[in-house]
């Protein structure tokens, strides 16, 4: 009888600890790059840029099998502008705001430049290049420039990885890359 109970006492123990469910976060394994884009002098953002990263060479990235993102699989690693969706969570067409309720759509990015990677991208293989193209609303007036990356750049959403980040010395994560671009 005493073996049952111990065994029963052990079997409970072991049992109960493996249904300990680990709290996920929504944005596990995915990091974000923002992108602070304007004149010098000037707060609001750029908008109509093509701003895509590039190797050493300064040849486009392919993401090719989703190895540097989760989404865009062997597409070329384009930012997009951060929009602002409405109560039930559609795209808001433009500046078309009407009764204010409005947020953004990744609210830690707010009116500025994104693009999604994984948690292990190798930011400091790469480069950020940003091109005002003919043709588009700014009519090609700003000069190219490319920016080097650092892991730092990224934005790591999840409270365990920031708070492994915040122990660390060196420049602080989650801050969008300040980009001045010039005519």
């Known amino acids: 009888m005493r073996y049952l109970l111990i065994y029963l006492f052990f079997f409970s ?11 996920h976060c929504g944005y ?10 304007h004149e010098n002098g000037k707060k609001e953002n750029i908008k109509d840029l093509k701003i895509t990263i590039v190797d050493s060479d300064g040849k486009e990235v392919i993401n090719v099998n989703n190895a540097y993102s989760w989404t865009n699989s062997n597409k070329p690693m384009v930012f ?10 559609k ?3 433009g500046e078309a705001d009407k009764n204010g309720k409005s947020r953004w759509f990744f609210p830690f990015a707010k009116d500025n430049y994104l693009l ?4 292990t991208f190798p930011a400091e ?5 940003v091109e005002d193209i003919d043709g588009k609303a700014n009519g090609g007036s700003f000069k190219t420039q490319l920016v080097p990356l650092n892991s730092y750049n990224m934005y790591v959403l999840c409270s365990a990885q920031n708070e492994r980040q915040a122990m660390q010395f060196g420049p602080r994560t989650n801050r969008p890359v300040e980009i ?3 005519k």
């Open 91 to 93: 795209k808001i067409p």
């Open 180 to 182: 001045i671009l010039e």
């Open 116 to 119: 999604s990677v994984t948690n």
């Open 80 to 89: 997009s502008l951060n929009y602002k969706i409405d109560e039930s969570g």
């Open 125 to 129: 293989n790469f480069s950020i290049k």
């Open 13 to 23: 123990f072991f049992t109960a600890n493996a249904q300990v469910a680990v709290q």
């Open 28 to 37: 596990d394994f995915t990091s974000y790059l923002v992108l602070d884009v």
